[in-house]
C-alpha cells in the first residue's frame, strides 16, 4: 500500500530477472524432477489429509518474491525451494504436483491469518518457528535451518562480525521492517539509530551500493543472491549468529496432519536434495543442507 | 486487543517518533510555504515564474514519488544524510507547495486597498507583504492552511517505507510480522495514535481561528 509505486517496480524488475534464470537453466529437467504422485494413499476419513485428497486440491501459501524460495515468474506457477516442498507433500498425498496445487500469495504479515480463516491447507515460505507464531498456528517441519549473517561491501574492514557493530556506532545496518532478522541484530546496536528499516531487502542492497548504510543484514541464504549478483562488491563476513528453523505452517492442533508431513518429507529425502540443488542451490557458496530432524508434533 | 495493551511502550515510542516528525514538518513546511507564497505575489518576474514551477511540479507529483526522490535519487548524485532528514525534507517540500497555494488564496482575499495604502505610505514590498498583508492573510486562512497540514500528519505514516523507521506505522510491521500479532488490532491501535495526533491538531486550529477571526 505504502510504496505501491517501489513495488511494482521491483516485483517488474524480479519478474524479468526470474524469467531470465528460468529460461537459461531450468526448462531441461524439470518435468521429470517433480516427484511421482502416491497412487495408494489413503488416509482414515475425517482427517485433513483425506479432506485435502477428496477436495483434489492443495493449497499453499508462498511467497511470491523471495528468490529460490517462492518467486512468480509472468504467467506461470511460483518457482523455488519452498514451493518444490509444497510438491513433495502434493505427491504423497497422492495428487499431481504440478497441476494440483493451488497457490495463494503469503507475504509476512498475513501467514497466520490464511491458516486461521483456512483460505490455505499449509503456508511454506522462508518461515521461521518461533513461540509467538505457534500461539496461533502449529509447524511441522523444519525442513532447512537458515542463519543470520552481515553483509557489507567489500572494502569494508571495520565489521567483521556482529559484536563490532556495538562498537562502531557510525556504521548504519539496513534490515526489512517487520522481518526476524531485524528483531535479532537490535541486541547487537549501539543504538535504535543505528538501524535502517525498509520495506525489501533490494532496497537495502541499493543504499548499500551507494554508502547510505554500511551493512544489509538478513538470513544468509537471502544474501549469498546478492553477494552472487554483486561482482565482488560485497562480502560476507563473520559466522551465522542464529538458527532460523523454516516450518510449514498448519492449522494449530492439527497433529495428525503435522506427522503426515514430516514423514513425507524424511520418505522423500533423495526428492528434497534434488528441490534444493535445483532451486536455491543454484547460487554460489550456498552449501546443499542435510533435512533437519522434524520437532516434535504438538 | 492485547496485542496493543501489551505493546503500549511501542507504540509509545513510535508515536514520539511520528510527532516529532510532524512537529518538524509543520515548522518546515509553514515557513517554506510562507516564502514561496511571497515568491508568486512578488513583483519580479523570476520569482513568480520560480514559485509557480515549483508549485506545478511538487503539488503534482505523488508523494512516494518525492520521497523516492529523495531516499534513492539524493544518494545517487552523492549527496549522502540520514534517511530521516531525507524523508523529512520530502514531505516539507511536498507539503510547502499546497501551503502555499492555501496563503496565496488568503493574500488575494485582502482587499488591493492594504497593499496600495502600504505603498502610499512608502513601505517597500518585503514591508508591504510582512507588516500589513500576510498578517491579515494568515487570518482568513486558518482552516484551508489548517486541512493541509491534518493531510500532512496523516502522509507522514508513509515516511516509514523510506527507510526512516520506527514511526507508529512501522510499529504494526513489527508487531504482525515479527510477534505474529493478529492485524486488526494492531493496526487499531496505530489508528488510534494518528487520531490522537489529528484530532488534537483539529481542536488547537478551531481555537485559533476563534481567536485570531477578523471582526466583521
Redesign the interface.
Given at each position: 500500500m505504502r510504496t505501491m509505486t517501489f513495488r511494482a517496480t521491483a516485483a517488474a524488475a524480479a519478474v524479468v530477472l526470474a524469467g531470465s534464470l528460468a529460461a537459461c537453466g531450468g526448462d531441461d529437467g524439470d518435468d521429470s524432477s517433480a516427484p511421482e504422485p502416491n497412487e495408494d494413499a489413503t488416509f482414515e476419513a475425517g482427517t485433513t489429509m483425506a479432506k485435502i485428497q477428496e477436495a483434489g486440491t492443495l493449497r499453499v501459501g508462498t511467497k511470491f518474491d523471495q528468490p529460490g524460495f517462492g518467486l512468480q515468474g509472468l504467467e506461470d506457477d511460483p518457482e523455488g525451494f519452498d514451493v518444490e516442498i509444497a510438491k513433495i507433500i502434493a505427491a504423497e498425498l497422492g495428487l499431481d504436483p504440478e497441476s494440483a496445487i493451488e497457490y495463494t500469495q503469503a507475504p509476512s504479515e498475513v501467514r497466520e491469518q490464511v491458516i486461521e480463516d483456512g483460505d490455505v491447507d499449509m503456508v511454506v515460505a522462508t518461515y521461521t518457528i518461533n513461540d509467538e507464531r505457534k500461539q496461533r498456528i502449529s509447524f511441522a517441519g523444519p525442513y532447512y535451518t537458515a542463519g543470520q549473517m552481515l553483509m557489507v561491501a567489500e572494502d569494508n574492514d571495520t565489521i567483521t562480525a556482529p559484536e563490532d557493530l556495538a562498537d562502531n556506532p557510525d556504521q548504519q545496518v539496513c534490515s526489512v521492517n517487520g522481518s526476524t532478522p531485524s528483531e535479532n541484530i537490535r541486541e547487537y546496536l549501539a543504538s535504535e539509530d543505528q538501524l535502517t528499516l525498509f520495506d525489501e531487502y533490494s532496497q537495502c542492497v541499493d543504499a548499500l551500493g551507494n554508502g547510505q548504510v554500511d551493512v544489509v543484514t538478513t538470513d544468509n541464504v537471502i544474501l549469498l543472491g546478492y553477494v552472487g549478483d554483486s561482482d565482488g562488491a560485497y562480502k560476507l563476513v563473520g559466522e551465522q549468529f542464529t538458527e532460523e528453523p523454516y516450518g510449514i505452517g498448519i492449522k494449530k492442533g492439527d497433529t495428525e496432519f503435522c506427522e503426515f508431513i514430516n514423514t513425507a518429507l524424511q520418505d522423500n529425502e533423495d526428492a528434497y536434495l534434488e528441490a534444493w540443488e535445483n532451486t536455491a542451490g543454484k547460487v554460489e557458496g550456498t552449501e546443499t543442507p542435510e533435512l533437519p530432524e522434524p520437532d516434535a508434533c504438538a | 486487543m492485547e496485542a496493543v495493551t501489551d505493546n503500549l511502550d511501542l507504540y509509545w515510542s513510535g508515536f514520539l517518533r511520528s510527532l516529532g516528525i510532524c512537529v518538524w514538518a509543520l515548522v518546515g513546511s509553514l515557513a517554506l510555504g510562507t516564502v514561496i507564497a511571497g515568491f508568486r505575489v512578488s513583483p519580479i518576474a523570476s520569482l513568480r515564474a520560480f514559485g509557480a514551477a515549483y508549485v506545478t511540479v511538487l503539488r503534482n507529483c505523488?508523494l512516494?514519488?518525492v520521497l523516492?526522490f529523495m531516499a534513492?535519487g539524493l544518494?545517487?548524485l552523492g549527496i549522502?544524510a540520514s534517511?530521516y532528514t531525507f524523508g523529512l525534507l520530502g514531505l516539507v517540500l511536498y507539503t510547502a507547495a499546497f501551503v502555499c497555494e492555501a496563503l496565496r488564496s488568503g493574500i488575494n482575499a485582502v482587499s488591493a486597498g492594504q497593499a496600495e495604502a502600504a505603498r502610499a505610505i512608502g513601505l517597500t514590498f518585503t514591508q508591504t507583504l510582512s507588516q500589513v498583508v500576510l498578517p491579515q492573510a494568515f487570518r482568513t486562512s486558518v482552516p484551508p492552511v489548517g486541512s493541509v497540514l491534518i493531510a500532512m500528519f496523516k502522509n507522514s505514516?508513509?515516511l516509514?517505507?523510506?527507510?526512516v523507521?520506527?514511526d507508529l506505522?512501522?510499529v504494526s510491521?513489527?508487531?504482525?510480522?515479527?510477534?505474529?500479532?493478529?492485524?486488526i488490532p494492531v493496526i487499531t491501535g496505530v489508528a488510534v495514535g494518528y487520531l490522537i495526533i489529528t484530532l488534537s491538531a483539529g481542536g488547537l486550529l478551531a481555537l485559533l481561528e476563534r481567536k485570531v477571526a477578523i471582526a466583521r
Amino acid at each position: 500500500m505504502r510504496t505501491m509505486t517501489f513495488r511494482a517496480t521491483a516485483a517488474a524488475a524480479a519478474v524479468v530477472l526470474a524469467g531470465s534464470l528460468a529460461a537459461c537453466g531450468g526448462d531441461d529437467g524439470d518435468d521429470s524432477s517433480a516427484p511421482e504422485p502416491n497412487e495408494d494413499a489413503t488416509f482414515e476419513a475425517g482427517t485433513t489429509m483425506a479432506k485435502i485428497q477428496e477436495a483434489g486440491t492443495l493449497r499453499v501459501g508462498t511467497k511470491f518474491d523471495q528468490p529460490g524460495f517462492g518467486l512468480q515468474g509472468l504467467e506461470d506457477d511460483p518457482e523455488g525451494f519452498d514451493v518444490e516442498i509444497a510438491k513433495i507433500i502434493a505427491a504423497e498425498l497422492g495428487l499431481d504436483p504440478e497441476s494440483a496445487i493451488e497457490y495463494t500469495q503469503a507475504p509476512s504479515e498475513v501467514r497466520e491469518q490464511v491458516i486461521e480463516d483456512g483460505d490455505v491447507d499449509m503456508v511454506v515460505a522462508t518461515y521461521t518457528i518461533n513461540d509467538e507464531r505457534k500461539q496461533r498456528i502449529s509447524f511441522a517441519g523444519p525442513y532447512y535451518t537458515a542463519g543470520q549473517m552481515l553483509m557489507v561491501a567489500e572494502d569494508n574492514d571495520t565489521i567483521t562480525a556482529p559484536e563490532d557493530l556495538a562498537d562502531n556506532p557510525d556504521q548504519q545496518v539496513c534490515s526489512v521492517n517487520g522481518s526476524t532478522p531485524s528483531e535479532n541484530i537490535r541486541e547487537y546496536l549501539a543504538s535504535e539509530d543505528q538501524l535502517t528499516l525498509f520495506d525489501e531487502y533490494s532496497q537495502c542492497v541499493d543504499a548499500l551500493g551507494n554508502g547510505q548504510v554500511d551493512v544489509v543484514t538478513t538470513d544468509n541464504v537471502i544474501l549469498l543472491g546478492y553477494v552472487g549478483d554483486s561482482d565482488g562488491a560485497y562480502k560476507l563476513v563473520g559466522e551465522q549468529f542464529t538458527e532460523e528453523p523454516y516450518g510449514i505452517g498448519i492449522k494449530k492442533g492439527d497433529t495428525e496432519f503435522c506427522e503426515f508431513i514430516n514423514t513425507a518429507l524424511q520418505d522423500n529425502e533423495d526428492a528434497y536434495l534434488e528441490a534444493w540443488e535445483n532451486t536455491a542451490g543454484k547460487v554460489e557458496g550456498t552449501e546443499t543442507p542435510e533435512l533437519p530432524e522434524p520437532d516434535a508434533c504438538a | 486487543m492485547e496485542a496493543v495493551t501489551d505493546n503500549l511502550d511501542l507504540y509509545w515510542s513510535g508515536f514520539l517518533r511520528s510527532l516529532g516528525i510532524c512537529v518538524w514538518a509543520l515548522v518546515g513546511s509553514l515557513a517554506l510555504g510562507t516564502v514561496i507564497a511571497g515568491f508568486r505575489v512578488s513583483p519580479i518576474a523570476s520569482l513568480r515564474a520560480f514559485g509557480a514551477a515549483y508549485v506545478t511540479v511538487l503539488r503534482n507529483c505523488p508523494l512516494t514519488i518525492v520521497l523516492f526522490f529523495m531516499a534513492f535519487g539524493l544518494p545517487e548524485l552523492g549527496i549522502n544524510a540520514s534517511f530521516y532528514t531525507f524523508g523529512l525534507l520530502g514531505l516539507v517540500l511536498y507539503t510547502a507547495a499546497f501551503v502555499c497555494e492555501a496563503l496565496r488564496s488568503g493574500i488575494n482575499a485582502v482587499s488591493a486597498g492594504q497593499a496600495e495604502a502600504a505603498r502610499a505610505i512608502g513601505l517597500t514590498f518585503t514591508q508591504t507583504l510582512s507588516q500589513v498583508v500576510l498578517p491579515q492573510a494568515f487570518r482568513t486562512s486558518v482552516p484551508p492552511v489548517g486541512s493541509v497540514l491534518i493531510a500532512m500528519f496523516k502522509n507522514s505514516a508513509v515516511l516509514g517505507a523510506f527507510g526512516v523507521g520506527r514511526d507508529l506505522f512501522s510499529v504494526s510491521d513489527r508487531l504482525v510480522s515479527a510477534q505474529g500479532q493478529e492485524y486488526i488490532p494492531v493496526i487499531t491501535g496505530v489508528a488510534v495514535g494518528y487520531l490522537i495526533i489529528t484530532l488534537s491538531a483539529g481542536g488547537l486550529l478551531a481555537l485559533l481561528e476563534r481567536k485570531v477571526a477578523i471582526a466583521r
